[in-house]
């Protein structure tokens, strides 16, 4: 089954400039790209709920998440309803739980929580670790525990900000090798921020550069370095500029 | 020994404290998470007993306890003179430690976690009882404890509205007042040691809680 495609056109009024998204995401890995204070995060926020866009029209696969009325109404489906996984940059793991209690979160009123929460760590390669408590655990295997945890509700859409930029190269390069195999199999709908071109490379299957507040060119990675749509897309690219 | 102060002290504060935890945590919360219109006033009033004499906050509670106020024409509730007008008086002298404490603990949680639990499917209710409040504990506990310990060492207002009446609303820091006045020295020093031993634990053990419970990199930027 295809995953319901997931629409961002949005605007919001940030203090250095205007946010101007507009964006279509499958089942994919779409790697949101830019420098710092471009946008990224907000973007996600308002994906996920947690910041209201001014104006626009947010909805996945035909479910609206945001929309914007007239008189200034707007309909804004709360964080909790939409069924977004999150993964943040600083693991935002719970310091008062265990792994397995982190990953069995959103599934306290489910029946065979602590099994399926198992499950998902044991998948994580984090079985014998469920019982420690995140300071007890490395970056790498916190923000595993963190994918997990966002795994759990099954969420329709993976959000994941700057999610392996404190780790190390090779286990940066392993949760990449991951990532790439559980959103081919799940067929997730993935939306990654990042601000390291080699990550947005590894993982992107499309790539959209951020500037500013705006999508300045969306594409397969390798066309967008062949064919740069603009001199902004080639700074942010870091290619030299002829002439 | 006074046993009936002892008693007594022991029933004024255990009231007091429930009533601390309620209404300090509820404005701990209140203060800590949100801001809105007339607060610094609120807050002004709440934290006015830590600054004003103890008289006159006294007489302040006469009033608002009194013959003619609300709570006695519209709830026909006459505590004043009796122990239960001695734990109001000790909660309202204890309500600033309590509140400024929980509010800084509530404050300090990072927001990060409250938007995860938010994007894991929890109410605002759920994010409050299962994340915010969990790792706001220690600080709470700490005013509660700071907020206790003022509540049982609280004179000047309950003298103002529950009186000295010994076996009735003699607590211990107004029977240590009789005794040193009758000169019973010796029953003084008694009541002193267990004052004192008391507010020492207390404050060794908010000292305690004041050490963090998790480390800094506990996925917590």
Partial sequence: MEAPSL???????????????????????????????AGKTQTLNAVAGLTTPDSGDISLGGEPFFRSGNNGHAFNLPPRKRRVGYVFQQYALFPHLTALENVAYALWRQAGARSRAEGLLERMHLAQLSNRYPHELSGGQQQRVAIARALAMKPRVLLMDEPF?????????????????????????????????????????????????RIEQVGVPEDVRRNPANPLVLAALGIPQKD | MNWSAVQLSLQVTAVATVMLFFVGLALGVLFGRYKFRGQIFLEIIIFLPLVLPPSVLGYFLLLALGRGSPVVEWFQLQIVFTWPAAAVASAIVGLPLMVQASRAAVASVDPVLENAARTLGSSEWEVLWRVTLPLARRGVVAGLILGSAR???????????????????????????????????????????????????????????????????????
């Fill in chain 1, 165 to 213: 930029s404190a780790l190390d190269g090779p286990t940066r390069q392993r949760l990449h090798q991951d990532l790439m195999k559980l959103q081919q199999e799940e067929r997730l709908t993935v939306v990654y921020v990042t601000h390291n071109l080699a990550d947005a490379f590894a993982v992107g299957h499309r790539l959209a550069i951020m500037r500013e507040g």
């Fill in chain 2, 151 to 221: 509540a049982l060492g609280e004179f000047g207002a309950t003298l103002m509205v529950a009186g000295n009446i010994p076996g009735r609303t003699q607590t211990l820091p107004l029977a240590v007042y009789d005794a040193v006045q009758a000169r019973r020295y010796d029953e003084a020093n008694v009541m002193l040691l267990v004052l004192t031993s008391l507010a020492f634990a207390g404050l060794w053990c908010v000292r305690r809680l004041e050490q963090p419970a998790y480390r800094r990199d506990a996925g917590r930027p």
């Fill in chain 1, 7 to 37: 629409k961002i056109d949005f605007e919001k009024r940030l203090a250095t400039f205007n946010l101007r998204v507009r964006l279509e995401v499958g089942a994919e890995i779409l790697v949101l790209f830019g420098p710092s204070g």
